[in-house]
């Protein structure tokens, strides 16, 4: 009994350490919260609006045939290159032949009859002076031989009008490029002002991007951007926004926006689907976080700074922002580290134990 009671109080001075170390434990141990975090940097901060579109390019002409008839000659076909005024199609066609064989003979006719009043106006010139006729028959001859020499001058005009139709059985190329079309061959029947043919300049490409209707005031003429096709998106065009289409679509609420290409690769064809960038602001050493890292309370905006290896609810006033980082103008110093992704469970005074994270 007595070995009992001697026991007894070293069992419950032990019994005591241990709770004791259980309660220090949950109290700084259970205190402590493993953060992924990241470091304030001071950085040149970029704002840009995106759109997405495709390639078009400024030179292109779609050729059409200008009479119905029958293709008799082909110059060149699709993909291939052609020069300014080559003949890349000729048609068969009777009727502006025969258009301009009846304005030639009605020419000739005409140039017959202004020929003989001519003369009848001399004649009757020189009749009038030797009295053989009055001044009135001499008018008249007179009359006749202007309205006869009026004609004449039509018909040229109608002459002229109809051999240039003839020249219109050929299609030609308007300028140098490439003939992105060409839909037809040698025997083929073609009505008239059908599309037989497209020619693109390829030097003279541009992106045409939809932007929505709310970034449109931001949205300048000059104004740098950065272009990337589906066909290459290792690649970034330099490109510059050169026309602003002044209208909105009702369905999609976007306007067309230009941009031409600084140094367009060699390698681009027209309506290739293309993203841009369009930068509208830039500020130099800004200081930034990850937006992640910004919460809000109560209409503010906070971070979790670590001090000291410990929490601290910072306040902040937040600036200009990207996709990716916002602009912190008060509250944050370069180098400060701040929680990355906040949770509820965080609170002041905490203990930190930054874990390694990909983000910085």
């Not at 009994?1 to 700084?28: E, G, N, R």
């Not at 259970?30 to 950085?43: C, L, P, Q």
């Not at 002044?246 to 681009?268: C, E, F, G, H, M």
Request: hydrophobic share 40%; glycine share 6%; with cysteine.
């Amino acid at each position: 009994m007595k070995s009992l009671q001697k026991f007894l109080p070293k069992y419950s001075i032990a019994l005591a350490l241990v709770f004791l170390a259980t309660v220090l434990f949950l109290i700084f141990k259970g205190n402590t919260v493993d953060i992924a975090a990241g470091e304030v940097t001071s950085s040149e901060l970029v704002q840009a609006i995106y759109a997405s579109g495709f390639v078009e390019a400024d030179g292109t002409a779609n050729l059409s045939a200008e009479f119905s008839g029958t293709v008799k000659y082909v110059g060149a076909l699709e993909g291939q290159k052609v020069s300014a005024g080559q003949k890349i199609l000729e048609f068969d066609s009777p009727r502006p032949e025969l258009s301009v064989r009846e304005a030639r003979a009605a020419y000739m006719e005409q140039q017959a009859f202004a020929d003989n009043n001519r003369r009848m106006y001399i004649r009757k010139g020189n009749l009038f002076r030797e009295g053989a006729i009055s001044r009135q028959e001499l008018d008249d001859a007179q009359k006749n031989s202007i309205q006869s020499e009026e004609l004449l001058q039509q018909k040229s005009m109608q002459v002229k009008l109809r051999e240039e139709d003839l020249k219109k059985l050929s299609v030609k190329a308007p300028f140098s490029g490439i003939l992105t079309m060409q839909s037809v061959k040698k025997g083929d029947y073609v009505q008239a002002n059908t599309v037989v043919a497209t020619v693109v300049d390829p030097s003279n490409y541009n992106v045409c991007v939809e932007v929505d209707e709310l970034d449109i005031p931001r949205i300048r003429i000059g104004q740098p951007a950065t272009v990337a096709l589906d066909a290459y998106p290792q690649q970034r065009l330099s490109a510059t926004v050169t026309r602003i289409v002044p209208r909105t679509d009702k369905v999609t609420k976007t306007s067309k926006i230009y941009l031409t290409l600084v140094n367009p690769a060699a390698d681009i064809q027209a309506g290739m689907t293309a993203t841009a960038n369009i930068i509208y602001n830039t500020r130099t050493n800004a200081i930034l976080v990850r937006k992640s890292s910004v919460f809000e309370e109560n209409h503010q905006s906070y971070v979790w700074k670590i001090d000291n290896g410990r929490l601290k609810k910072q306040l902040i006033r937040p600036g200009a922002n990207d996709m990716t980082f916002i602009e912190v103008v008060s509250g944050l110093r370069k180098g400060e580290k701040v929680v990355l992704v906040p949770r509820e469970n965080l609170h002041e005074g905490m203990d930190v134990r930054i874990v390694k994270t990909g983000k910085s």
